[in-house]
């Protein structure tokens, strides 16, 4: 016998879709419990670098973007979540952390005390098409030194990426560090009299070559001649050859000079890097970063230099997974109470108190169902409970452990 149909009570094909929108993820607990581990290794380790956390809104006025030098044409025109206000202002989901980073430093120019160290791990958005690795919103570790135009500056950002790969139970064998710089590059492009757009549709180009069949007709193109980059390993005395230099006595060596890495961003102007995971089921870049020494300018007449990165939870997450690396931290005691009844569940409450107050750290919960107390325990198992205690009419309470 079919039930009757509550009054008002929807069809079942007018039930909204429990889907949620495309490109963006729901964190049940499971999954929220790795992302919990993968932020706090990723504050750990550049707090232990002398990393400050900050943050700002995910909204910004969309002139933010659509500035030059502030971020590539592609982003603007296509990937970002654009809107105009009941205040008739145009309003942009940021799409990444960096503008509003330079702004907030811009803003208390005169009151930092430089070098200044900060990061943040904003919620990102932009119209991608979804696929592995790559969402429309994200999480987003960004590491920024605003103050510090020196080879030492581009050194300390480049170990700190490292370290937080090796932090998370990566062997340096595992992935390699891709670094060239801009200025060595627009030097090159300046020797063969190429026009600011030329410079920039090569540097376009450059960025797509692993994707693209005929990179050598493309670039005649922008050349209007057979072009060959020519460039040999940089000079020991050069800021690559330095920074490469300063990694190796570090003890870093998995580097590599790579033509091809040139960074998607307008607003580059020195060394750049990615970190490549150099599995086969995931050869795909983790992070990116580079020197920066124009983007406050955007803000003030006195630009501040900036070298960063960031490194996306998504991809961290598959580097993780590819590599069979840990994905959660040290797990709390937990502990189930299990009333037998009702009028039991003060009691339990009372001995959460006391667990809770005597033992930092515990967490505590009860189980209020009115069920059969082998069900309460199952229930328990299934939470990953480490134990549990029966609430009954006895004075005597003492904790039951899982195998």
Not at 218 to 241: C, H, N, Q, Y
Request: proline share 5%; net charge negative; glycine share 8%.
């Amino acid at each position: 016998m079919v039930a009757d149909i509550p009054y008002n009570h929807p069809m079942s094909n007018d039930f909204l879709s429990t889907d949620p929108y495309k490109g963006v993820r729901d964190f049940y607990p499971e999954d929220m419990a790795i992302q919990q581990y993968i932020f706090d290794t990723w504050s750990k380790t550049t707090e232990s670098f002398g990393y400050e956390r900050y943050d700002a809104s995910v909204l910004e006025p969309a002139s933010l973007y659509k500035s030059k030098g502030a971020v590539n044409e592609e982003i603007v025109n296509d990937q970002t979540y654009t809107f105009t206000d009941r205040g008739d202002r145009e309003v942009t989901l940021r799409p990444e952390m960096t503008p509003t980073a330079a702004r907030m430093i811009a803003k208390k120019q005169k009151e930092l005390a430089f070098p200044v160290r900060w990061y943040s791990i904003p919620n990102l958005f932009r119209y991608e098409r979804p696929q592995k690795g790559r969402l429309r919103e994200h999480w987003q570790l960004n590491c920024d030194m605003f103050g510090s135009d020196t080879v030492a500056a581009d050194v300390e950002i480049i170990a700190l990426a490292h370290q937080l790969l090796l932090n998370f139970g990566a062997q340096p064998e595992m992935f390699e560090i891709r670094i060239n710089d801009r200025a060595w590059m627009n030097e090159r492009f300046e020797q063969e009299g190429f026009t600011h757009e030329q410079s920039n549709a090569m540097l376009y180009l450059l960025d797509r070559k692993a994707k693209i069949d005929n990179f050598d007709e493309e670039a005649e193109k922008i050349a209007g001649k057979p072009f060959d980059l020519g460039l040999s390993d940089p000079a020991p005395d050069s800021r690559l050859g330095q920074v490469l230099a300063g990694l190796m006595q570090l003890g870093i060596n998995n580097t590599k000079v790579s033509l091809s890495t040139v960074r998607g961003f307008d607003y580059y102007t020195g060394v750049i890097f990615e970190i490549f995971d150099v599995s086969g089921e995931n050869n795909r870049s983790l992070l990116g970063g580079g020197r920066y020494d124009n983007l406050t300018g955007l803000f003030s007449v006195d630009p501040v230099s900036g070298i960063g990165f960031g490194m996306g939870d998504v991809t961290m997450r598959d580097f993780l997974e590819t590599h069979n690396l840990p994905m959660k931290g040290t797990k709390s005691e937990h502990i189930v109470m299990i009333p037998t009844k009702p009028d039991q569940d003060n009691k339990a409450q009372m001995i959460a108190t006391l667990i809770r107050q005597e033992n930092a750290g515990t967490v505590v919960s009860i189980d209020y169902n009115d069920r059969q107390v082998p069900k309460k325990i199952e229930a328990a198992r299934k939470k990953g409970a480490s134990g549990y205690i029966v609430i009954d009419e006895t004075d005597g309470h003492s904790i039951q452990r899982f195998e």
